[in-house]
Every structure is written in C-alpha cells, then in structure tokens.
C-alpha cells in the first residue's frame, strides 16, 4: 500500500503542528504568566491594613450625634413681681356686665358662665355675690399702692393679698371675687372657706369652668384666697393661666 501523502489541496493552519500544552496565542501567554491576581490582592490587604491603623490610632470615640450630651435648653424667663405673673389688661369690647347696675364685668365667655352658674347656685338657695371682677391696671395700682400706705404695709407683705398693678389675674377679665350673699361679713375673709356659696362652690365651680386661682400653700406664695375664682372654660383663658404656670417663677 502506497503511503499516503499530504493533500495540498487543504489548507492546514499552523496551529495544528503545534503542540496542544502551549497553543495559545502569546499575548495571552504573557498575560498569564504575570500575576495580577496576587498583586490586587496584595493592594487590598495594604488599604485593609492602613485603614485598620488610622481606626486604631484615631480616638475611639462615638459619633457627635450619639456621643455629645444634649445641651440644655434655657426656659425663657417669666418675668415677676413678689411672685404675681404678669397680665395683658382686657379690652372694654371684650367685656360682658355681670350685675345689673353694669359696674362689675367678665370677658363674654365667663361672663356668661358666671351668670349661669349664679342661676344655678340660687336655685339652691345659694347666693353667688360678685364682689370684684375686671379691673384695669390703673383701678389695681389705686388698690396696691393706696391701701398699703394706709395700712403701713411693707410691698411684699401686700403682695400677699393683692397684686401689684398689671400683675393681676383681674386685668384679664376672667377672674372674680365672690362672696355668699347671706354671709357678707365673710367677704374677702379666709373665713369664707366656711361658707355655704364656698362650699357649693367646691362642688359645682368645675361644671362652669371657673377654679380657685389660689389654694393653700400655692407655688406663687400668694396667700390663700378662697374667694378668687378665675375662668377656664376657652382656649384664650386657658392659654392665659397655664401658659404662665408651665414656667417656675423666678426668684425674687
């Protein structure tokens, strides 16, 4: 049998003559045989290190946010006079009579209270006798000043039992000073405490939105005044009373 020889007709690539273990073309070859892998690795590992010292030398401390102990916040300062909190003087449009000369007057809304709970209280045979109510800043200036000159009275023992001007819960228009009609000796007395109106009062007062401004022992010091009821009952008479009270008095 005749050897075979090659056809010339076929185009053989040299590829083929060359042996399997190195066919590949010699870019790649050299690209393989640097070692990248190892060298990225090695870069990582020196970032990962350097970062790892920074974190050990940097003060080991929280974040500010989480770290930094609140700062206090200063209460604005509510400004006193021997303990009484100052108060905006209510306009005369603002005002209702609540006797029937038109002397004495609330604001509208506690105007209208105080004339209902009055109704309700003679219905009982309880006679609720306005004393006092509004009063502008120079009606309470006559009131401070005068009667403690008359008595000799030094301006914080005064203080205990009337505010100085523009320091009253009058101004406003929601407070007033009741008295038991059948008691009248008892008017503007602590012993009013022990009067039938006082007592029913106690009792009923809340239902009509009025409540005692100063009870025994008050944070105000004021003296205890079981006659001086204010009114509560609307968000600008809320506002008025309370607002004040959420701030300590500042010492005098």
């Known amino acids: 049998m005749g050897k075979i020889g090659r056809n010339p007709s076929v185009n ?9 273990a190195i066919r590949e073309r010699p870019q790649l ?17 020196s970032l990962l290190t350097l970062g790892a010292g920074f974190l050990l030398t940097r003060p080991n401390r929280a974040p500010d946010s989480v770290n930094r102990e609140p700062e206090p916040v200063a209460s ?3 400004e006193n006079v021997l303990g009484h909190l100052p108060y905006e003087e209510a306009a ?37 006798a306005p004393i006092s109510a509004f ?14 000159q008359q008595r000799n009275q030094e301006a914080r023992k005064r203080a205990e039992v009337s505010a100085p001007p523009g320091y009253s819960e009058h101004h406003t228009g929601y407070a007033v000073d009741i008295g038991d009609g059948a008691r009248p000796a008892t008017n503007l007395s602590p012993q009013f405490e022990n009067t039938p109106a006082f007592r029913w009062l106690k009792e009923n007062a809340a239902k009509y939105s009025f409540e005692l401004s ?26 008025t009373f309370y607002k004040a009270k959420s701030l300590p008095p500042a010492q005098n």
Do not use: C
């Open 12 to 20: 053989r690539s040299p590829v083929g003559e060359i042996p399997e």
């Open 29 to 45: 070859a050299a690209s393989r045989s640097f070692p990248w892998g190892w060298l990225i690795l090695a870069g990582v590992f």
């Open 76 to 78: 604005p300062a509510l």
């Open 92 to 128: 005369p449009s603002q005002l209702k009579p609540i006797t029937a000369d038109g002397y004495l007057k609330l604001r509208a809304a506690a105007a209208e209270q105080f004339l209902a709970m009055q109704k309700a209280a003679r219905a009982q045979g309880i006679v609720l």
């Open 135 to 148: 009063r502008t800043v120079e009606q309470q200036n006559q009131l401070f000043f005068a009667i403690k």
């Open 214 to 239: 100063f009870p025994p022992d008050n944070s105000q010091g004021v003296s205890y005044e079981p006659w001086h009821w204010r009114f509560v009952g609307d968000r600008d008479s809320l506002e």
